[in-house]
């Protein structure tokens, strides 16, 4: 079973720290761009929420390959932005993920254990 996903998520800037979130977004996103340019992952998007009451408000979903994925998570570099993230957001997650043909293998396996009367 693999992912080809991760989203990092967030809840809200720390109150007073929102300039460091805004700076750390815009070299976040360089950093993204770097990545896709030289092929580590295949994409990503920003992605904000409106309003909803919970926990999560904003998230990058980085879709890739899930070797490297799983590789770039233990970079030196990814471990730096996300321990800075949570110093300056509130409700840090990263999380790896499933689409595309990969729903197809979890559904499977998910059916596959459901028990029968």
């Not at 979903?61 to 070797?67: H, P, T, V, Y």
């Not at 730096?80 to 957001?89: A, D, F, V």
């Amino acid at each position: 079973m693999s992912s080809n996903a991760i989203v990092f998520g967030w809840n809200r800037s720390i109150p007073g720290r929102e300039m460091v979130s805004a700076e750390h977004f815009t070299q976040f996103v360089g950093y993204l761009t770097n990545l896709k340019s030289n092929g580590t992952i295949t994409s990503f998007d920003p992605v904000f929420m409106n309003p909803n009451g919970g926990s999560l408000n904003g998230f990058f979903f980085i879709q890739g390959d899930s070797q490297k994925l799983h590789a770039l998570s233990e970079s030196n570099e990814w471990i730096e932005h996300i321990t800075r993230g949570s110093l300056h957001l509130e409700n840090v997650t990263c999380v790896f993920a499933a689409t595309g043909g990969e729903i197809a293998n979890r559904m499977q396996l998910w059916t596959k254990s459901i028990p029968s009367k």
